[in-house]
């Protein structure tokens, strides 16, 4: 049985380095195609919104995959375009709640078609049935 630090590493090969790379070129389209200046997780914690109404800010952390440090950021520089809301809880003053504002409504709908255009350029190298395998096979891994 050989060691594995004796066998060949091969830096092309390994899912780390792959998924940089992946994620590298979706960033580029990602920032080519979207709106208000969002990051990807200004993205993700806005359609996370969308889909739940209010949530705490701690809630949309989980939801969002963000520790609390930052999705406080997060929160803070969406609060600071005017796209979400921040109110307390009736039931604990000490929580946050957060809904997105009248305007982070009106760009929503545009959002999600950015997103789709975003996945399909994304992914356009791989057939419908590597789309769909590769889509399975990273939500096994997450």
């Given at each position: 049985m050989t060691?594995?630090?004796e066998q060949t590493y091969i830096l092309d090969l390994?899912?780390?380095y792959l998924l940089r790379l992946a994620y590298?070129?979706?960033a580029t389209i990602f920032q080519k195609h979207t709106i208000e200046n969002l990051t990807p997780t200004q993205f993700s914690a806005l359609m996370r919104i969308s889909e739940h109404g209010l949530v705490s800010q701690n809630h949309l952390?989980?939801?969002?995959?963000?520790d609390v440090a930052t999705v406080k950021g997060v929160v803070d520089r969406l609060k600071a375009k005017?796209?979400?809301?921040?109110s307390s809880d009736p039931n604990d003053k000490r929580r946050t709640m957060i809904s997105?504002?009248?305007?982070g409504m009106r760009i929503i709908v545009d959002l999600k078609n950015i997103g789709h255009n975003i996945t399909k350029e994304s992914l356009s190298p791989l057939s419908q049935s590597e789309q769909a395998a590769l889509i399975k096979l990273l939500k096994k891994i997450t």
């Open positions: 060691d594995l630090a390994q899912i780390g590298q070129r979706h952390g989980r939801l969002s995959g963000m005017a796209l979400v809301e921040l997105l504002s009248e305007s």
